[in-house]
T-cell receptor, first 117, second 111 residues
Framework: GAVVSQHPSWVICKSGTSVKIECRSLDFQATTMFWYRQFPKQSLMLMATSNEGSKATYEQGVEKDKFLINHASLTLSTLTVTSAHPEDSSFYIC?????????????FGPGTRLTVL | RKEVEQDPGPFNVPEGATVAFNCTYSNSASQSFFWYRQDCRKEPKLLMSVYSSGNEDGRFTAQLNRASQYISLLIRDSKLSDSATYLCVVNPTTGANNLFFGTGTRLTVIP
C-alpha cells in the first residue's frame, strides 16, 4: 500500500513550452502533497505544499506564476512548469501525506526528470 | 544557514565495515527527524525515524542529541546493497508536515 505515482517519468521539451506533471496517490487519500526539485548532486528542495481545495503554499524564491499547482482531488496534484527554460531542467518529485498519517508517513513518487532544450 | 547540514562524504568502505554519518539542524524547535535512503535517480525512501532515546533497526542505529542539534546514523556490517545516498531529514515546524532535506551522504560499499 501507500503508492504514489508520477506521470510522466521523463519529459524533454523545447524552451518556452509548458509541461504538466501529475502526482497521484493510488491507494490512499491525501489532503496535502508536496513538490520537491532536485538538481544534480544536490538535495531535494521543497518547492511548495499543495493543499486539496485551496491554494498552494510556495517556498521562498519559488515563483507561483511559473510553477502552477492544482490539487483538485484527494488523490491528484499537478505541477505545471510554464514557459520552461533550460535552467528548469531538474528532477521533480512529489510526496503525499495520507489523511490521518503522521509526519513520517510521507510517501514519495518516483520522480519526473525534466529536460528543457 | 541551511536548515540541515550533512557530512557530504563520499564514504567508500569495504563490506562488513561500520560507518557513521552525521547531521546537524539549525532550528532548535524541530520536532521530527528521519533518515531517508535515495538510490541513484530514484525517489527517497524512509529508512528510519530518529527518536530522542535513540533507536535501532537491525544493522542501523540512529541517535539524536537535541542539545547539540545533532543526528547520527550508524551502519554495522555494511552490505553491498547499502550503497546509496543517505539523507538526513528534519521536520522543522510544529503543526506542519513539510520536510527539509540535507544534501545527502554518498556511501559506496566495496566488495
Amino acid at each position: 500500500g501507500a503508492v504514489v505515482s508520477q506521470h510522466p517519468s521523463w519529459v524533454i521539451c523545447k524552451s518556452g513550452t509548458s509541461v504538466k506533471i501529475e502526482c497521484r496517490s493510488l491507494d490512499f487519500q491525501a489532503t496535502t502533497m508536496f513538490w520537491y526539485r532536485q538538481f544534480p548532486k544536490q538535495s531535494l528542495m521543497l518547492m511548495a505544499t499543495s493543499n486539496e481545495g485551496s491554494k498552494a503554499t510556495y517556498e521562498q524564491g519559488v515563483e507561483k506564476d511559473k510553477f502552477l499547482i492544482n490539487h483538485a482531488s484527494l488523490t491528484l496534484s499537478t505541477l505545471t512548469v510554464t514557459s520552461a527554460h533550460p535552467e528548469d531542467s531538474s528532477f521533480y518529485i512529489c510526496s503525499a501525506n495520507p489523511i490521518g498519517g503522521g509526519y513520517n508517513e510521507q510517501f514519495f513518487g518516483p520522480g519526473t526528470r525534466l529536460t528543457v532544450l | 544557514r541551511k536548515e540541515v547540514e550533512q557530512d557530504p562524504g563520499p564514504f567508500n568502505v569495504p563490506e562488513g565495515a561500520t560507518v557513521a554519518f552525521n547531521c546537524t539542524y539549525s532550528n532548535s524547535a524541530s520536532q521530527s527527524f528521519f533518515w531517508y535512503r535515495q538510490d541513484c535517480r530514484k525517489e527517497p525512501k524512509l529508512l528510519m525515524s530518529v527518536y530522542s532515546s535513540g533507536n535501532e533497526d537491525g544493522r542501523f542505529t540512529a541517535q539524536l542529541n537535541r542539545a547539540s542539534q545533532y543526528i547520527s546514523l550508524l551502519i554495522r556490517d555494511s552490505k553491498l546493497s547499502d550503497s546509496a545516498t543517505y539523507l538526513c531529514v528534519v521536520n522543522p515546524t510544529t503543526g506542519a508536515n513539510n520536510l527539509f532535506f540535507g544534501t545527502g551522504t554518498r556511501l559506496t560499499v566495496i566488495p
